[in-house]
């Protein structure tokens, strides 16, 4: 089998603007973007954080009213349904409820249904009002596709989070996200997120793939600029524009993530590390690596 064909996957992220509150609305805007994506061969799809809640909460009340609980999850529901219908894998940012604790979450859904929930670990802002930190890790999900690992948002501000998917054997790592403007940043170079699901890429041999939301929600706006990266850390597809619901797709070989861990006949990425000086897994519950 040449090697362009051997884990050929369609990538595809949705870049839209959910309303706070508007549960069906998102879930329908969500929707109608995922079937456009499928129509043109995704495999895989991305959507923004929170894209079934929107992501300004007045109160904690209003959060809670707009969570649910993965069993009852008419979003990982709907989800699932497409999924099975279209042969899909979808990751999508919701608002879990588990108990009298809420999260802020993203589902792995295939198709035969819910594969893993992510549950974000660092907090940005006013999300601290309202959710815990996630309690979950940095679970990768084994897919017929490949290995999916996932972050959301604030969490690629941290390269151990990154490190860990890799370790754990990520091929790609889905990100939904609902990136902010830096007051310092530069018009004309790319968003600061954008360099980091680069340089991520790059250090871990990892696809990249970041679905952002756009427009201004109770006074905070989006960016936008989602984008997919390949496992060298170059953008395949976007940065989407600041503004516009898009579907960025990239046809991505997720077995170029494994094979290009090794660099040369001396450099392998994750076997030059120095153990010696620091944890291997850096803290977190020792698993099997994929090296």
């Known amino acids: 089998m040449s090697s362009h064909m051997e884990a050929k996957t369609v990538v595809a992220c949705l870049q839209f603007e959910p309303i706070v509150g508007e549960l069906e609305a998102n879930l329908q805007k969500g929707l109608e973007l995922i079937e456009k994506a499928a129509n043109d061969g995704a495999d895989l799809v991305v959507l923004p954080e ?16 707009l969570s649910s609980a993965v069993t009852d999850s008419a979003t990982i529901r709907t989800w699932a349904d497409v999924a099975k219908k279209r042969h899909l894998h979808i990751v999508g940012g919701f608002c879990e409820r588990q108990d009298d604790g809420l ?5 792995v859904v295939g198709p035969d249904g819910l594969i893993g929930v992510y549950r974000k670990n660092h907090l940005w802002g006013a999300e601290n009002l309202f959710f815990e930190r996630g309690n979950l890790g940095f679970p990768v999900f084994n897919t017929r596709l490949g290995r999916i690992g ?9 390269p151990e989070a990154w490190r860990l998917c890799a ?4 091929d790609i790592v889905c990100v939904p996200t609902n990136w902010v403007p830096m007051p310092s940043q530069p018009d004309h170079t790319y968003a600061m997120s954008n360099i980091l699901c680069m340089s991520a890429a790059h250090s871990n041999s990892v696809f990249v793939a970041a679905a952002c939301r756009v427009g201004t929600e109770r006074g905070q706006p989006f960016i936008g600029q989602s984008l997919i990266v390949n496992n060298e850390g170059w953008p395949v ?3 989407a524009g600041k503004t516009e619901t898009s579907i960025l797709m990239a046809e991505c070989n997720l077995a170029d993530a494994r094979r290009g861990r090794t660099l040369n006949q001396f450099n392998q990425l994750m076997r030059d590390r120095r153990d010696d000086v620091y944890a291997e897994m850096l803290g977190a519950e020792a698993k099997p690596g994929w090296y």
């Open 50 to 65: 929170l894209s079934d809640s929107g992501y300004v909460f007045e109160t904690r009340d209003e959060a809670y009213s």
């Open 103 to 107: 999260y802020n979450s993203a589902a």
């Open 150 to 158: 996932v972050l959301i948002c604030y969490d690629g501000w941290f």
């Open 167 to 170: 370790l754990q054997g990520a």
């Open 237 to 239: 597809a976007g940065p």
